[in-house]
């Protein structure tokens, strides 16, 4: 069976997230093809799908929403995953709850078989400029808050829910 993992990004921390996804998922006998949202791709002709997001401003990425809304029925249709990755999640007690992935998850059509939000990285050196102001007047703590062990263990516990 075949799963996408797709993931958009700004800054890069995603994409190691779910490059860490895909390779649990192999490890546990599952197929991950791991596809940036940029190259549009087509859910259909997948088992599950795997969705990650960056968090800028509250929100998941526009082009993670857009994207789930435009294939929602097909998500709905197999095992669905979604994890959000954030400066936030850093903090241990909001990492249950993410304004971000609320938000996006009540307005989709799709239930999913298991969330999560992950801390990401804030690195000033990834950011442009005036992002980097907006995130010194919010007082973002900046930092690689990355723990790909628990991404890990998250695929080796959602690969049986992925093969429905
Ligand atoms: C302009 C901007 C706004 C951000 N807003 C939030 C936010 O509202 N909440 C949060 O937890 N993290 C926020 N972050 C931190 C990002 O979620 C974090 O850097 C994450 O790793 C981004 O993922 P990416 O590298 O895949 O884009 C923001 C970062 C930037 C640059």
Redesign the pocket.
Known sequence: MTVLVAYA???????TLAETLAAALRAEGLEADLVDLEEHPDPDGHDAVVLGS?????SVEKSAAHWARRHAETLAGRPFAFFS?????ADPAKRET?K?TDTFLADLPVTPVAVRNFP???LMD??PLH?RV??KSMR?PTGDFRDLPAVEAWGREIAPLLRG
């Open positions: 990004t700004h800054s890069g921390a995603t994409r960056g968090v800028r401003v509250e990755c954030s400066g936030s999640a993410q971000a990401g990285w804030v990834r950011i992002e907006l995130l973002t």
